[in-house]
């Protein structure tokens, strides 16, 4: 009877150990599936409702032992229309009220991408403020250049992910939304890791350029797929005094590309 209740308490010590590891196993790929998702989901919207030529950039990126990345995206109205209009007089770097087409979908503290008539320049600021009865914008910034008549005014969603090991034993991937500070969003996501496909040098047997990060806006212009690869860390060892990590790639094409 000894000799049956020691093997009995062995086998449920061992199936509950089991358990319990399984449980770390699913909740580690669940957080990195979720973790995933989302953010390839920003990444293939990066860029819609944006301008496709000129100097904008959807993406920006750092390079380091665990990478960041950041994507832009246009903002759309209750009815799918995009958030953009025009200016209807020529603003001056300093000018604090920028008057438009219609301010309807703007609000205060809103990111937004002005950029030049002819689309060659352009660059992101935050609203103070927005009059939609008078058609006006304002703002606190001094911009680096005047802008004319026609020149376009898109609201624009920034979103940088970023994983925080500054607690080893409770690594995390971080949002930071808009130029905010970063707040978590994952646990146990500690490493993030961002390749680049550029469309150049292509051909049917080598594939295209891939690079740890492009060089400079023009590379970053020509960027055409991104491979995102995170590892996850179960938030406690298993049984066997050990981490359970998962480590899961995908691929995303961001929308705006530039022709051609």
Known sequence: MAAALAAAGSFFVATRNNVQDEILRVETQQGVRSAMDTMVRDLRLGGACLPVSGDFVTLDSVNSTSDQIATRTGLVR???????????????????????????????GMRVYIRKADGTTGEIFTLTGVNVGAKTLTKATTLSQSYLLGS??????????????????????????????????????????VKYQLARNCDSASGCDVVDIPANDAEFAIVNQLYITLTARSRTTLTNGQYYRITKTVSAKPRNLLPG
């Open 78 to 108: 209750p009815n799918q229309t995009c958030i953009r209009t025009t200016t209807t007089a020529d603003i001056s770097a300093t000018t604090s009220t920028i008057a438009v087409e219609t301010a309807n979908g703007f609000t205060s």
């Open 152 to 193: 376009g005014v898109y609201a624009v969603d920034e979103r940088q992910y970023a994983v925080d090991s500054s607690v080893p034993a409770q690594p995390v991937l971080t949002i930071a939304a808009n130029g905010g500070s970063a707040t978590p969003f994952a646990a146990g996501i500690e490493n993030l890791t």
